[in-house]
């Protein structure tokens, strides 16, 4: 069995700060937690030996010692600075987000009361009870990661050395011989620094691949706003046996059709445009179709939008739709849409009452266009029988209608991006029981056989 859409980064690879800041938390409690993140995170030292960034990695020893996402939570709260705490800003707002502290813990932690909350024991109690609030939040983790909350607990639960990321991956996944490992790059979205540069990245992934028990094949991220975006691409592929690219829309841009206002203002200031953002793209995609690149988009309106609420609607398959018109020749390129364009249609009802929906333009484009895939990744409500149902039913209509569907759907998981019900562990064993009563052809279909085309192995 091949996962065709899965994740080794760890905490160290992300723009913590940019992250949580998108999400409204506080400057200095956002620089704060970042730091804790990337102090607590374990070190691998086979990755770490030859890498040149990251400014802690020196002084904090190798622990390859696996926890609980409880247990990291707890010791990024023991690494928080006290700065941190006693910030104002910071203060007020964690005050806000815990409604159900008794009221005589609460008076000295609101602004009124800042300088006296500095002082003696005062001081000490203040920064008890916001580390007690901030606890609070374990387990609040949500499959959309459009709030502080869900943000701070997805970031913690990615506190492991990457060979720990693996290992758990593996025991969530009995049977899978091949792990597509799809990179992030949203440094120049968010305007944050990661504690590993890109280029390291890309090198760490390339050992962990040689080191691993495993087949993992690697996909390394196109950030439209990266300026050697396409560089980074071709280091990765030629030099490092990287097979694909990841392309992240709701990070700030699209295939084409960018325009001024979309970017960021740190950007629009260095004289970034709309026009520069589709030839970048355009160079990229080219190359992709000179040397039968794949290519996997983030496709569904939920996930790490760089602005919550408002960035989904770029990961829109209607804007993958008009640049295969508009630019016939990348027809031929192998593109899947990820996610199947999200639950609604697979698992449950389309109801476009309760938002964006992908699913109709997903299926259409499978039909459509002959290299056209997508996968079924971070769909957890298969783990839930009513909707596990459902997908039975709808999957027989759906080849009906769209008969080249069989061909092109892909199992995939999204770990360790947040799930729900029975986590990772109940994932692959879900599908397998919603496949059972179909043809054998198309079970493997799903969970090797389009795969194995869209990669293009032997």
Not at 2 to 17: E, G, K, M, S, T
Not at 232 to 261: C, H, M, Q, W
Not at 294 to 311: A, E, Q, Y
Not at 388 to 415: C, N, Q, V, W
Request: proline content about 6%; hydrophobic content about 35%; glycine content about 8%.
């Amino acid at each position: 069995m091949i996962d065709v859409h899965c994740h080794l980064f760890n905490a160290r690879y992300l723009p913590l700060v940019g992250v949580l800041r998108s999400r409204k938390v506080p400057k200095r409690l956002a620089e704060g937690l970042a730091r804790a993140m990337v102090t607590v995170t374990g070190r691998d030292p086979l990755l770490d030996a030859s890498t040149r960034a990251g400014s802690v990695r020196a002084s904090t020893a190798s622990r390859a010692v696996d926890k609980s996402r409880e247990q990291l939570f707890k010791d990024i709260m023991a690494n928080l600075s006290n700065e941190s705490l006693d910030d104002p800003e910071s203060a007020q707002w964690i005050d806000q987000h815990e409604p159900h502290l008794h009221d005589e813990d609460r008076r000295p932690t609101r602004a009124g009361n800042a300088r006296a909350g500095r002082r003696g024991p005062h001081r000490q109690r203040n920064r008890n009870n916001r580390r007690s609030s901030l606890k609070k939040w374990i387990g609040v983790a949500t499959e959309v990661i459009d709030t502080a909350e869900a943000a701070i607990n997805f970031l913690a639960d990615l506190a492991r050395p990457e060979t720990l990321m693996v290992q758990r991956l593996l025991k969530a996944s009995p049977g899978v011989h091949t792990f597509v490992h799809l990179m992030m790059d949203m440094e120049y979205a968010y305007n944050d620094h990661p504690d590993i540069d890109f280029l390291d990245q890309i090198d760490r992934m390339a050992r962990l691949a040689g080191q691993s028990p495993v087949n993992i094949i690697g996909f390394v991220a196109f950030e439209t706003f990266r300026p050697d975006g396409l560089e980074l691409v071709r280091y990765a592929i030629e030099k490092k046996d990287f097979r694909g690219v990841k392309y992240y829309p709701s990070s700030g841009y699209l295939p084409v059709g960018n325009t001024d206002r979309m970017i960021p203002d740190h950007l629009a200031r260095a004289g970034l445009t709309g026009r520069e953002m589709d030839r970048l793209n355009l160079e990229m995609f080219d190359y992709c179709l000179q040397y039968d690149i794949p290519i996997l988009t983030h496709c569904t309106p939920g996930g790490m939008d760089r602005i919550p609420g408002k960035s989904g609607h770029l990961a829109d398959p209607k804007h993958w739709i008009r640049f295969l018109e508009e630019y016939p020749r990348f027809q031929k390129l192998r593109l899947c849409l990820a996610h199947g364009g999200g639950e609604a249609g697979w698992l449950e009802d389309v109801d476009p009452s309760q938002g964006m929906t992908f699913f109709h333009d997903v299926v259409h484009m499978v039909q459509r266009y002959d290299r056209v895939y997508t996968d079924l990744s971070h769909l957890g409500g298969v783990m839930e029988p009513a909707k596990a149902m459902y997908f039975k039913k709808a999957l027989e209509s759906l080849i009906d209608r769209y008969p080249k569907l069989s061909h092109r759907l892909m199992y995939g998981t999204d770990y360790p991006m947040p799930m729900d019900g029975a986590g990772w562990k109940g994932y692959l064993p879900a599908w397998m029981a919603a496949l059972t009563d179909f043809p054998q052809e198309l079970q493997h279909d799903f969970f090797e056989g389009n795969a194995t085309r869209y990669l293009g192995l032997p």
